[in-house]
């Protein structure tokens, strides 16, 4: 009876471990699509925008969109975060834009009908591409504002340990998307799994311009103490939260209003 048991439970142990691996496996094979929800494509260019194109080093054309800056205004170089478009930026950035600032509302490979697979490296190179769209049209590097939301934070941080710029606005950041991803699936090797990582702790301490952090104090998604682990690693960084609102931060005006305010124009 013991030997039979003994096989029932060994048999049990092997059935969990083969699912365990099952399970890890389809997490390492699907992680892409995990990670990079791109939403369904759109054709629409909202008003006040062009569609523009740039080509990335590795050779992808990319659609995204622009508005030029009014004369003595910056502009901003905006990393969208997931489930949103280059479209949806004109509507988080509506009020600065009617205060003058440009916006380049930036689009990754592999969304929003944009050829290619997006991927940690091909998001960077996405970034570079934008940047130097943007320098090609004349724009000083001071003329520049990196803004980066929830993933978009990782293209827009390491933008900023490559290139000059007038300084780095990260909305609902992550200090890396390891920290992220294992604290949400803490039963999985996370780490050991993860192909893209997006360490944005690891380039802070190294930045050379001003930087403001804007989180929401209920966001479930990327924890605040992440954003404030990345304040911490940064001496000029400015960490503004907001009470009650969540990851979708973004999407609420008086953000504007302390990016304006942070950039040395009048909120409102």
């Not at 009014?70 to 969208?80: A, N, V, Y």
């Not at 930087?211 to 929401?216: A, C, E, S």
Request: charge should be negative; hydrophobic fraction near 40%.
């Amino acid at each position: 009876m013991g030997g039979r048991a003994g096989r029932v439970a060994f048999s049990l142990i092997v059935i969990c471990l083969l699912a365990y691996g099952a399970v890890m496996l389809l997490a390492y094979v699907m992680q892409g699509r995990l990670i990079y929800p791109a939403p369904p494509a759109r054709s629409d260019v909202p008003g006040g925008f062009e569609q523009v194109r740039y080509t990335t080093a590795d050779g992808i054309d990319l659609a995204a969109g622009y508005r030029p800056a009014r004369e003595g205004m910056p502009t901003l170089l905006f990393f969208h975060g997931n489930g949103a478009s280059w479209q949806t930026t004109p509507l988080v950035t509506s009020l600065l834009s009617e205060k003058g600032y440009g916006v380049l509302a930036a689009e990754y490979r592999g969304y929003n009908g944009n050829p290619g697979s997006p991927s940690e490296a091909g998001l960077y190179a996405d970034g570079q591409a934008a940047y130097d769209f943007l320098r090609a049209r004349g724009l000083a590097a001071q003329d520049i504002v990196l803004v980066g939301n929830s993933i978009g934070s990782g293209v827009a941080t390491h933008l900023a340990s490559e290139v000059n710029a007038r300084a780095l606005v990260l909305i609902s950041p992550f200090d890396s998307l390891e920290e992220t991803a294992s604290r949400k699936m803490r039963w999985l090797p996370i780490r050991q799994l993860l192909r893209d990582r997006y360490d944005n702790s690891g380039k802070f301490p190294h930045l050379t311009l001003p930087i403001l952090i804007l989180h929401g104090e209920e966001d479930t998604l990327i924890a605040l103490d992440q954003a404030q682990a990345l304040a911490e690693a940064h001496p000029d960084t400015k960490l503004v939260t907001y009470e009650g609102w969540g990851h979708d931060l973004v999407v609420h005006p008086p953000v504007q209003d302390e990016i304006a305010a942070f950039l040395g124009s009048p909120p409102g």
